[in-house]
């Protein structure tokens, strides 16, 4: 008993799973594995295989970053816990140009760490000014260009939204569910609530108004980020 309690406990531990037979035919079973029946013989059937979960069970780990604003340091101390945390995939909400002076090396990190990025009203100001001033097809410029102004996918059966500031493409008007001493202001939320009614998606990821927060409006999930690191697990 205790060989088969160890076999569905290894079968545990790397996802699969097993079904002790209780009966099965001792000629046949020694004769498909090639022993005598004497000195070697079956004594335990269980079959081995991967388990196919369901989108309900299946547990995924998203880093979500926002309002990055040309700071490399925060942003690689960022990534530096998603990698610890084995994350599955990086979001960051827009905002990656404006006040700081690292734009290049953020671009980069965020391009090496494979990052899926959306654009903000930074973003925007930055191209317009690399555009007057003639430098509007650099590598920063390109890929600033390259992103969109909102994403939407789907993770364990879960539909995330993400826009800078609020669905459905607003770079502006931020979702602001908190007041000056940073509790819940339950009217914004009501309004929120309404306004998210009939939005076809679980999950949504915002920034710009760097409050941060994580609260169900109705039927959706809505998280506001500031420029550190957070975690959605879906």
Avoid at 108 to 128: E, Q, T
Avoid at 186 to 213: E, I, M, N
């Amino acid at each position: 008993a205790h060989l088969c309690q160890n076999l569905y406990l290894a079968c545990a531990a790397v996802g699969a799973g097993t079904c002790a037979v209780a009966a099965y035919d001792q000629e046949q079973m020694d004769a498909l594995l090639k022993v005598d029946g004497e000195d070697e013989f079956t004594i335990y059937l269980a079959p081995v295989g991967k388990i196919r979960l369901s989108e309900a069970e299946i547990t995924v780990k998203i880093g979500l970053i926002s309002d990055v604003h040309a700071a490399a340091g925060p942003l690689q101390e960022a990534l530096r816990v998603f990698n610890e945390e084995r994350v599955d995939a990086i979001l960051c909400a827009g905002d990656i140009a404006g006040y700081g002076t690292q734009l290049e090396q953020t671009v980069a990190l965020l391009i090496k760490s494979g990052c899926r990025a959306i654009v903000g009203n930074h973003d925007l100001w930055h191209l317009s000014r690399a555009e007057n001033e003639n430098h509007f097809n650099g590598p920063i410029e390109g890929y600033l260009r390259s992103l969109y102004n909102t994403e939407k996918m789907v993770f364990a059966g879960k539909t995330i939204y993400m826009v800078h500031a609020s669905p459905p493409d607003s770079l502006l008007h931020g979702i602001r569910l908190l007041d000056e001493q940073g509790a819940l202001n339950k009217a914004q939320a009501a309004d929120w609530s309404r306004g998210l009614k009939q939005v076809a998606y679980d999950v949504l990821v915002v920034g710009h108004t760097h409050q941060v927060f994580a609260e169900q409006l109705g039927d959706v999930l809505v998280i506001n980020l500031d420029n550190g690191n957070h975690f959605f697990g879906g």
